[in-house]
């Protein structure tokens, strides 16, 4: 399963708050959590009380939130700058003559999408008449099913043709315990109306909304109003049937921590699986996927009694029920191509913008290649990359010195660092096929259609020939990020990164450790954090490939590193979750360790901090920074800066910190990493 510790979110929140610091009047809501004094003028802020006060206050206070949507910071500067940029091609081919592109080549492809959104948004219809003939003969396809074995046959078409599984979660990724093989990975069942299992498990009202909408979706579907209120009142009781028999801490695991969730699942050979359902099997399942009951030995499953649950409702009795929902889920995938004569809403873009988007939203992968042809600077990449080779080396430095970790614990993570496999920059653009011209269909619902099915070719292919590990296809170019593969031993850093304050050729080479180096750093951790420590060097889930007083030893460093955290707050008295967090912040102290070691003199020290604080400037209003708390796995920005720097000796040095500042901890408090 591809799978990725992000290592930053784009809009990272936080308040220039906690640490007695500045909070900017324009930021708060009107009831504030102190009395204190607030400090509106930026140069006041000492680097003692509030380094990340110090370096970005002015910048941020500078910023218009409102016209940002509620959060901002660098991160999201730099993503405007390249979405300009993305902007900028897009229109820059539709501008040109369409005869000079070879048919199938990206440059093709982007101008006929283009044109063909754009007519179709300023017409108000994104269906032909074929294509309604089209909707209406699936729908009828749908009502028409006489018995279970054909609504399992139905049921892969929908897979195939329209990425939608009416009864089963399914997708495909890399085998958790052979991750160059492809499997199948069996998530717990969804209500295509968007119900949440925790609100219908309990029936009552919420019961009835659910009733709503498929009787909505009925009648736009063309059903007679009595037949669809009787129908959709039964679809939703067996719906809460399901919500009753589905582990609802479950979902909240998944929710909360996918990474760590997916972990609990378990592997079922198709024995087990014909045992937990003994009435559709393996067979059946497979039969959803459009494939032949020998194609999978076994599937990953997370909720067994779920499944059974499920099993048991697939007969006859319930036939009616399960086309409700297979008609919902194909509802589902083409709700923003539907007219509003069947149920659709209007545009409501400017048209060149909802062009704009749907080209980014359809043809992601061929938009990164032109992206790259155009912002791939050779001398960037090279620089880049012997930041990391500088940093990787420097890893094991650190690693040999660490008091903690036994001589066999220190080679096997040497092996994993020699094995980890780095994608910096972009991938090379694929060979241009004329075949991929036919990508385009005549309107934009039969374009949707064309595109979903070469999705699931894919899928397939993954599944009979398995993964090649590469990086690069684990964020597009022109995302501002980086990540960890943990099922490759990968990391990827996108071109779209390498931009000021990450990295920049007018930049010193501290700050540029201090941006893209921490970045680097950050994401190399990941590999040895408390969810990485369970992946071998060729990215197999092997929890126990450290040996175990290794492990513990580990434990026990991260407890300390998890109590450091949860004495952190933002807004004077919101604590951060140590928990949630951990494996990010392992990663921001590795980071930040690392690239300092890589520094001589104080004065690079204090740039490469400086120009550290200045990635993680970061505003945002404060309930959004508040939600967060409870569901990033990140430490808000504020933390990210001022938990972090006031770990390392240098920050004492360069600003002078003593008792008594609000940054300072006391030696015995800091907690170290390796
Ligand atoms: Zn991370």
């Known amino acids: 399963m591809k ?189 295509p109306s968007g119900s949440n299992p925790r609100n219908v498990s309990v029936g009552g009202n919420m019961g009835q909304v659910v009733a709503m909408y498929y009787r909505k979706a009925l009648i736009d579907g063309g059903m007679d109003g009595d037949e669809a209120k009787e129908r959709s009142v039964n679809t939703a009781r067996m719906i809460i049937d399901i919500a009753q028999a589905t582990d609802l801490d479950l979902l909240e695991r998944m929710e909360k921590d996918w990474d760590v969730a997916m972990q609990t699942a378990q592997y079922k050979t198709a024995e087990e699986i014909d045992a937990i359902c003994p009435n559709v099997g393996m067979a059946g399942l497979l039969q959803t996927m459009g494939l032949p009951a020998d194609a999978a030995d076994g599937v990953y499953l997370w909720d067994a009694g779920q499944l059974t649950k499920i ?76 930041i990391a080779e500088e940093i990787t080396e420097e890893y094991k430095v650190m690693i040999e010195d660490c008091n903690w970790l036994s001589a066999e614990g220190k080679s096997a993570i040497r092996a994993k660092l020699d094995n980890m496999m780095y994608f910096i920059g972009a ?14 269909g005549h309107s934009a619902y039969d374009t949707q259609h064309r595109i979903n099915k070469r999705d699931y070719r894919e899928r397939m292919d993954i599944l009979k020939n398995g993964i090649e590990r590469n990086g690069f296809q684990s964020m597009a170019p022109m995302a501002v990020n980086a990540c960890y593969s943990p099922d490759m031993n990968s990391i990827n850093i996108t071109l779209a990164i390498m931009n000021a304050p990450f990295y920049s050729p007018e930049q010193t080479d501290a700050e540029n450790l201090g941006g893209i180096g921490a970045v680097i750093g950050h994401e190399i951790s990941h590999a040895f954090d ?109 933390t990210r800066v001022n938990a972090v720097v006031a770990l390392f000796d240098p920050f004492y040095e360069i600003y002078d910190v003593k008792e008594g500042d609000a940054m300072y901890v006391a030696p015995e408090e800091r907690v170290t990493r390796w």
């Not at 790259?372 to 990449?381: F, K, M, P, S």
């Not at 060729?538 to 998890?562: L, T, V």
């Open 311 to 386: 099993d048991s409702l697939l007969t006859e009795k319930h036939l009616k029920e399960w086309q409700d929902i297979a008609l919902m889920c194909y509802r589902s995938s083409i709700s923003d191509l539907l007219t509003e004569e069947y149920g659709g809403q209007p545009v409501l873009y400017s048209n060149n913008k909802y062009a704009l988007d749907a080209v980014k939203l359809i043809l992601g992968k061929e938009l990164g290649e032109e992206y790259a042809e155009r912002y791939y600077d050779e001398q960037t990449v090279e620089a880049v990359c012997e």
């Open 530 to 638: 408390n969810q990485g420590m369970k992946y071998d060097s060729n990215g197999n889930y092997e929890p126990d490939w450290m040996p175990e007083k290794d492990r513990e030893a580990f434990d026990e460093m991260a407890s300390h590193i998890e109590e450091y955290y949860s004495r952190q707050k933002i807004l004077e008295i919101h604590p951060v979750d140590g928990e949630l967090t951990l494996g990010e912040n392992l990663a921001d102290i590795s980071g930040v360790d690392c690239i300092l070691r890589l520094t001589k003199t104080n004065e690079e020290r204090k740039e490469l901090l400086e120009n550290y604080a200045r990635v993680w400037a970061c505003v945002s209003q404060k309930d959004g920074a508040l939600a967060q708390l409870y569901s990033d796995v990140h430490s808000p920005a504020l």
């Open 3 to 191: 799978k990725r510790v992000a290592a930053m979110l784009l809009m990272t929140s936080v308040l220039l708050s906690g640490c007695g610091s500045a909070v900017p009047e324009e930021f708060m809501e009107e009831e504030q959590e102190t009395d204190e004094e607030v400090i509106l003028d930026p140069a006041s802020i000492r680097p003692q009380d509030d380094f990340n006060g110090y370096v970005n206050a002015e910048y941020l206070m500078g910023l218009d939130l409102d016209e940002h949507k509620g959060s901002y910071g660098s991160f999201q500067a730099v993503q405007d700058l390249v979405d300009d940029q993305v902007d900028g091609i897009i229109e820059e081919i539709v501008n040109g003559d369409r005869n000079t592109y070879a048919p199938g080549s990206n440059e093709q492809l982007i101008y006929d999408a283009y044109y063909q959104v754009l007519e179709a948004s300023c017409g108000g219809e994104f269906m032909n008449d074929e294509d309604i003939t089209d909707m209406l003969s699936t729908i009828a396809k749908i009502q028409s099913i006489q018995n279970i074995e054909e609504f399992l046959e139905l049921s892969g078409e929908l897979y195939e043709e329209w990425n939608v599984n009416p009864i089963f979660g399914l997708s495909v990724g890399s085998d958790m315990h052979n991750s160059s093989a492809g499997s199948i990975w069996l998530e717990p069942f969804s209500d």
């Open 427 to 440: 991938d090379d653009p694929h060979t241009v096929d004329p075949k991929d011209a036919e990508l385009i």
